[in-house]
């Protein structure tokens, strides 16, 4: 299946640009944001937001890790 592998090897690129769609979309919780507080307190919600950004960052620094680099 040519189009599973080069969807593979697009990975990154691919959630790259879905990011990008989501931010010029204005992504805003605002609407959920008090239910979500009610679930899971203040707390959690800032807990869950640290939690996110970091795997992101280790995300991002695993894939760095991945390409090779030029002599």
Do not use: C, Y
């Amino acid at each position: 299946m040519k189009i599973w592998q080069w969807a593979k090897d697009k990975f990154g690129r691919l959630v790259t640009a879905a990011g990008g769609l989501v931010a010029l979309a204005d992504l805003d919780i605002s609407p959920i944001k008090d239910n979500l507080e009610a679930l899971i307190s203040h707390k959690g919600v800032q807990a869950l937001t640290a939690v996110l950004f970091i795997a992101s960052f280790l995300r991002h620094h695993w894939v760095a890790q991945q390409t090779p680099r030029a002599p």
